[in-house]
Nanobody, 123 residues
Framework: QVQLVESGGGLVQVGGSLRLSCAAS????????MGWFRQAPGKRREFVAA???????VYDDSVNGRFTISRDNTKNTVYLQMNDLKPEDTAVYYC?????????????????WGQGTQVTVSS
């Protein structure tokens, strides 16, 4: 019942673009906010972007101005348009719901994660 399916990743060159999709189960999608996280090799999972049910968005400074998060409420799907990709963007990208700010970082309400989608940026 609680499901997250990410897709759209791939291999691109520096400066290229990708559009990621995340299909979420209704219980997750109808939470206060949906968001994207990423995890690079040897690194911990980090926050990328979030969009609240009302449409307000928040971005990590590392992607602000390059990435755009959006949602389609008719499809229970959240998207991440990634432009001007850099090698530092290489990671497995995950989505989740119920995002809230703990005072130190953005965290999801739900403990389960999907398989993620691999994004590789080469020069």
């Amino acid at each position: 019942q609680v499901q997250l399916v990410e897709s759209g990743g791939g291999l691109v060159q520096v400066g290229g673009s990708l559009r990621l999709s995340c299909a979420a189960s209704e219980i997750i999608f109808n939470s206060k906010a949906m968001g994207w996280f990423r995890q690079a090799p040897g690194k911990r999972r980090e926050f990328v972007a979030a969009i609240a049910s009302g449409g307000r968005t928040v971005y990590d400074d590392s992607v602000n101005g390059r990435f755009t998060i959006s949602r389609d409420n008719t499809k229970n799907t959240v998207y991440l348009q990634m432009n001007d990709l850099k090698p530092e963007d290489t990671a497995v990208y995950y989505c989740n719901g119920g995002l809230y700010y703990s005072g130190k970082e953005w965290q999801p309400e739900f403990a389960s994660w999907g398989q993620g989608t691999q994004v590789t940026v080469s020069s």
